[in-house]
């Protein structure tokens, strides 16, 4: 499947986030973003939300609506990303 399959509207990210870090508070002004957490866990914040995902967890982020995440305890959290 490419980009032109789904006219563009679609994206999946595949991370390997090191413990401790993850993006800073950001927005994505016409996206929402799905969280599914397949291995470790994160810590999310989304506008004044904190949630914490373990294995199989997925959470929401609304478009245009602050958010971010950090990759919590010692092991890397694999983590899919879909817009």
């Known amino acids: 499947m490419s980009r032109s399959d789904v006219g563009g509207r679609y994206a999946i990210i595949e991370a390997h986030t090191p413990p401790g870090l993850g993006p800073e508070l950001h927005i994505h002004p016409l996206q929402n973003e799905l969280f599914l957490v397949l291995k470790g866990s994160i810590g ?3 506008g004044l939300d904190r ?3 373990k ?4 959470f929401m982020a609304p478009a ?4 971010a995440f ?13 817009f």
């Open 44 to 46: 999310v914040q989304c």
């Open 51 to 53: 949630v914490i995902l």
């Open 55 to 58: 294995v199989s967890d997925t």
């Open 64 to 67: 245009s609506v602050p958010h």
């Open 70 to 82: 950090v990759a919590l305890g010692a092991e890397p959290a694999h983590t899919l990303f879909l």
